[in-house]
């Protein structure tokens, strides 16, 4: 297994539980994934922590106590830590090791497993949980290597404390990452704090506090019809329903828009989607929303200059994800926070002391790159994985993925992936989907070694066809008209292609339930002498498997 983050510990423990040995090799020197190395300040989760959570063990979920409504990242990365010892998994888990290369032994019937230490393990099943943000996008800005001061990343935030007090410190980007970042440090008694910004993200507050014990009583007693209730949902949260009366977003009055807007607003986070669910769907109502939140900026933002500058116009609400924070354009009243806009005054280099953008040099002793990742297939990708054949999963995905269920490739036996390209992945809840992914996946594995099956992989028609219906039902959306990470936009060359099954995460599991308990037509299972197992039904694809359609998005 590749990766000790949230599917990783959890595909371990499940796998121990059915009695198949696993190793866990993980890159990171600590586990938790994201949560491990996403430590930057201000780091937080915008699910609320008693959703973000693991299901999979009542014990667990009863005795686990979270302190705020939405999860910092030190508690998250504790939180998963205990989990490791709780089921006495750490022996299983071999840290500071990174998969380089893994072929596949057809003669065999194994995966040679090579890491960057040297070592090899040979693995009848390779369970790829490598996450859907962990290949970091640098950007290419000339003179980077050459900053003098201290240059950090947020997304491989150094272990050791960092230290703010009196420092002129930059920021570029400001996506989640980099918007958080500057929300915390603004708080630090820095000397001052330059945010250089490309595009503005849309930035709804969290409404954070202290969880309430009544609050924690409460959704404990219920947390099983919750949970039931968030795994058929399109993105896989619990969404409390808000009732808000009958009319489109785009057709109700202004005077009812604004009153819809306002409950959003006061309940922050998620609400917006809750609200107003056909945002993601109908430009005329997105348009209606983020008028809305534009608006909202120029409430808090004293300088007008500023608030237009940190007003997005240029992508659809939700096309990015939403930035869920408290207090983010109020820093921008503070006279040691600056925004600088980098499509006015593009970054021309950064030298030993600065950034100098086309019209001004900015003197920085700590500049911090917040730019994001390669995501959904970044991971997949950076190991040099060959296949049946010797094809590589690199010339395979030359032209984008092409997976099926976003769990299996064809050409490479054996290999099942969580939350990657393909499924829900980085466009639903991820843990949701992870105790979903891994619950699949160990299911088809213990089927394989009760009916004696050497090889699985997904036959290419299913995998052709699967990918058919991912770009159908995205073409319903609003998510494939801008240039985004969802779509690879942000890594150069990588292929135009939408990462995400948008069907929703209920029906998703829908799909793959009906492929489970039909014999897993669509893959080809192989005994050991090459006979074929065949499945009890036959593949009839996703509409006729689960014709429902569900458009949540969010
Ligand atoms: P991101 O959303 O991809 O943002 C990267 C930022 O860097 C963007 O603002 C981008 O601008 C900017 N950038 C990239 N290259 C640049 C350059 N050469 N010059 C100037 N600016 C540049 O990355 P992220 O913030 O790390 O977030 C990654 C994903 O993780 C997102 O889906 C995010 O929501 C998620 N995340 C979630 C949480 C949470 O749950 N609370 C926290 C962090 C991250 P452009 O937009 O113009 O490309």
Same mark, same amino acid.
């Given at each position: 297994?590749?990766?000790?983050?949230?599917?990783?510990?959890?595909?371990?423990?499940?796998?121990?539980?059915?009695?198949?040995?696993?190793? %866990?090799?993980?890159?990171?020197?600590?586990?938790?994934?994201?949560?491990?190395?996403?430590?930057?300040?201000g780091?937080?989760?915008? %699910?609320?922590?008693?959703?973000?959570?693991?299901?999979?063990?009542?014990?667990?979920?009863?005795? =686990?106590? =979270?302190?705020?409504?939405?999860?910092?990242?030190?508690?998250?990365?504790?939180?998963?830590?205990?989990? *490791? /010892?709780?089921?006495?998994?750490?022996?299983?888990?071999?840290?500071?090791? !990174?998969?380089?290369?893994? !072929?596949?032994?057809?003669?065999?019937?194994?995966?040679?497993?090579?890491?960057?230490?040297?070592?090899?393990?040979?693995?009848?099943?390779?369970?790829?949980? !490598?996450?859907?943000?962990?290949?970091?996008?640098?950007p290419?800005i000339?003179?980077?290597?050459?900053?003098?001061?201290?240059?950090?990343?947020t997304?491989?935030?150094?272990?050791?404390? %960092?230290?703010?007090?009196?420092?002129r410190i930059g920021i570029i980007g400001t996506g989640s990452s980099g918007v958080q970042t500057a929300t915390a440090l603004a708080?630090?008694?820095i000397?001052s704090l330059h945010v250089f910004q490309r595009s503005p993200s849309y930035v709804v507050p969290?409404?954070?506090?202290?969880?309430?014990?009544?609050?924690?009583?409460?959704?404990?007693?219920?947390?099983?019809?919750?949970?039931?209730?968030?795994?058929?949902?399109?993105?896989?949260?619990?969404?409390?329903?808000?009732?808000?009366?009958?009319?489109?977003?785009?057709? *109700?009055?202004?005077?009812?828009?604004?009153?819809?807007?306002?409950?959003?607003w006061?309940?922050?986070?998620?609400?917006?989607?809750?609200?107003?669910?056909?945002?993601? *769907? /109908?430009?005329?109502?997105n348009r209606?929303v983020t008028e809305f939140l534009r608006g909202k900026i120029r409430e808090i933002v004293r300088d007008p200059v500023v608030a237009e500058r940190l007003s997005a116009r240029d992508h659809f609400l939700g096309a990015k994800r939403i930035v869920i924070v408290d207090g983010y354009f109020e820093i921008y009243n503070q006279p040691n926070v600056h925004l600088v806009d980098v499509r006015e005054s593009p970054i021309k280099?950064i030298?030993?002391?600065a950034v100098r953008t086309s019209d001004t040099e900015y003197?920085l002793?700590?500049l911090i790159m917040a730019t994001g990742?390669?995501?959904?297939?970044?991971?997949?990708?950076?190991?040099?994985? +060959?296949?049946?054949?010797?094809?590589?999963?690199?010339?395979?995905?030359?032209?984008?993925?092409?997976?099926?269920?976003?769990?299996?490739?064809?050409?490479?036996?054996?290999?099942?992936?969580?939350?990657?390209?393909?499924?829900?992945?980085?466009?639903?809840?991820?843990?949701?989907?992870?105790?979903?992914?891994?619950?699949?996946?160990?299911?088809?594995? $213990?089927?394989?070694?009760?009916?004696?099956?050497?090889?699985?992989?997904?036959?290419?028609?299913?995998?052709?066809? =699967?990918?058919?219906?991912?770009?159908?039902?995205?073409?319903?959306?609003?998510?494939?008209?801008d240039d985004t990470?969802? $779509?690879?936009?942000n890594?150069?060359?990588?292929?135009?292609?939408?990462?995400?099954?948008?069907?929703?995460?209920?029906?998703?599991?829908?799909?793959?339930?009906? +492929?489970?308990?039909?014999?897993?037509?669509? =893959?080809? $299972?192989?005994?050991?002498?090459?006979?074929?197992?065949?499945?009890?039904?036959?593949?009839?694809?996703?509409?006729?498997?689960?014709?429902?359609?569900?458009?949540?998005?969010?």
């Open positions: 297994m590749v990766g000790a983050g949230i599917a990783g510990i959890f595909m371990l423990h499940r796998l121990r539980q059915l009695g198949i040995p696993a190793t %866990v090799l993980e890159k990171g020197a600590g586990v938790g994934g994201t949560w491990f190395w996403n430590r930057y300040p780091a937080q989760c915008d %699910v609320p922590s008693m959703q973000y959570s693991y299901s999979f063990d009542e014990g667990l979920q009863q005795e =686990w106590e =979270w302190s705020q409504h939405h999860a910092r990242q030190p508690e998250i990365e504790t939180y998963l830590n205990q989990v *490791v /010892d709780r089921f006495q998994l750490r022996d299983g888990i071999r840290l500071n090791t !990174t998969v380089e290369r893994m !072929t596949w032994q057809g003669e065999e019937g194994h995966w040679l497993v090579e890491t960057d230490d040297g070592a090899q393990f040979r693995a009848g099943q390779c369970v790829m949980a !490598t996450g859907g943000y962990h290949t970091w996008v640098v290419d000339r003179g980077l290597g050459r900053f003098g001061g201290e240059l950090l990343y997304n491989h935030w150094p272990l050791e404390p %960092v230290l703010f007090g009196g420092k708080k630090e008694p000397e969290s409404r954070d506090r202290t969880l309430d014990a009544e609050y924690v009583r409460d959704y404990k007693a219920t947390y099983a019809e919750r949970r039931a209730r968030a795994r058929r949902t399109g993105y896989g949260t619990d969404v409390v329903p808000i009732p808000v009366g009958e009319g489109t977003t785009a057709e *109700v009055s202004d005077e009812e828009f604004l009153r819809r807007a306002a409950i959003a006061d309940l922050g986070g998620g609400a917006m989607g809750t609200v107003f669910p056909d945002f993601l *769907v /109908d430009a005329a109502a209606r280099e030298t030993e002391t003197p002793d700590m990742f390669d995501s959904a297939t970044g991971a997949m990708l950076a190991i040099d994985v +060959v296949g049946e054949g010797g094809r590589t999963l690199r010339e395979s995905w030359a032209g984008g993925h092409q997976t099926f269920l976003g769990i299996g490739v064809p050409g490479f036996p054996n290999m099942y992936m969580i939350n990657a390209a393909g499924s829900p992945g980085i466009r639903s809840h991820m843990m949701v989907q992870a105790e979903h992914h891994v619950e699949w996946i160990s299911d088809l594995i $213990l089927h394989q070694r009760e009916h004696d099956i050497a090889s699985v992989q997904p036959s290419e028609a299913a995998a052709t066809q =699967w990918m058919e219906h991912l770009l159908e039902v995205a073409a319903t959306t609003l998510l494939t008209v990470q969802y $779509l690879g936009s890594v150069p060359g990588k292929p135009r292609l939408v990462t995400s099954y948008l069907g929703g995460v209920g029906r998703y599991r829908d799909i793959c339930d009906r +492929v489970a308990a039909s014999g897993y037509p669509g =893959w080809i $299972l192989q005994r050991r002498d090459g006979s074929a197992v065949a499945p009890s039904r036959e593949w009839e694809g996703p509409v006729a498997a689960v014709p429902e359609r569900v458009a949540n998005v969010i």
